[in-house]
């Protein structure tokens, strides 16, 4: 068996870092990165992208609202579908270019936060980013969770999907992640996490906050790099993917 494993980074500004990429990079097969709007600037794209490539390591594009104060996980209303469609092909566009210029290449997207949330609880929107990603390249694949609308509408225009696997996160009874006002919804042991990991690929389900089984798919795993457990939860899942016979690999072609 293999399995993705991604983690979001190069979520930076500036002199200002976020999580420890150089380390991740050498556990991860997959990274998916800022575009500026949420997080990240030119300088830490490129960065992000150069030492993904000396790794071995895919990229993607991690879009997310305009929200740098927010760190784009603050709802935010009023845009149209074609606002946000617009705005995740720019993002995109932005680390296209700016991995071209680190000699990488973007193979995949990632809505990121808010925008991700919503999108699986909004047709409109979903539709958008997938047409969005088919817009600027037919073949990125869109990251999203299993069974919400995101994955939905990207089957429904065409776009191919890798289906994802919070590790560090709790889930709702109706697939959705556990909203981070909650207590718990975050986790940051790494053993809990690992093992958690491990039950969800082996019984193809994800088991709710409630007890609930949620009959899934998954092709990647995700860690989100701004915690600071992030490394060694990364680490630990890894070891414990491997030690059970599961390559840990990208899920797209370098």
């Not at 200002?16 to 050498?26: I, V």
């Not at 556990?27 to 030119?42: E, K, L």
Request: proline share 4%; hydrophobic share 45%; with cysteine.
């Amino acid at each position: 068996m293999k399995i993705d494993l991604n983690c979001d980074m190069g979520e930076g500004f500036g002199p200002w870092p976020m999580g420890d990429d150089e380390a991740m990079l050498d556990i991860v097969s997959s990274a998916n990165v800022a575009c500026g709007f949420h997080a990240g600037d030119p300088g830490t794209m490129f960065r992000t992208a150069a030492t993904a490539l000396r790794k071995g390591v895919a990229i993607g594009a991690h879009p997310g609202f305009n929200d740098l104060q927010g760190f784009g996980r603050r709802v935010i209303k009023g845009d149209s579908p074609a606002d946000i469609e617009r705005m995740i092909a720019y993002q995109i566009g932005a680390l296209q270019a700016v991995a071209a210029l680190a000699g990488h290449r973007v193979s995949y997207v990632k809505a990121h936060g808010s925008l991700n949330n919503m999108a699986n609880e909004d047709e409109d929107l979903a539709l958008a980013i997938a047409r969005a990603i088919k817009g600027v390249d037919a073949s990125l694949v869109n990251v999203c969770m299993p069974g919400l609308l995101m994955e939905k509408a990207s089957e429904q225009i065409g776009v191919p999907v890798a289906r994802e696997f919070f590790a560090d996160r709790t889930y709702e009874d109706n697939g959705t992640l556990t909203s981070r006002k909650k207590p718990g919804s975050v986790l940051h042991d790494a053993e809990t996490a690992a093992e958690r990991v491990l039950r969800t690929l082996e019984d193809r389900a994800v088991m709710s906050v409630s007890g609930k089984r949620i009959p899934v798919t998954i092709d990647t795993i995700c860690v989100h790099g701004d915690e600071p457990s992030a490394v060694a939860m990364a680490r630990t899942i890894r070891q414990k993917l491997e030690a059970s016979g599961i390559s840990v690999t990208s899920f797209t072609v370098l």
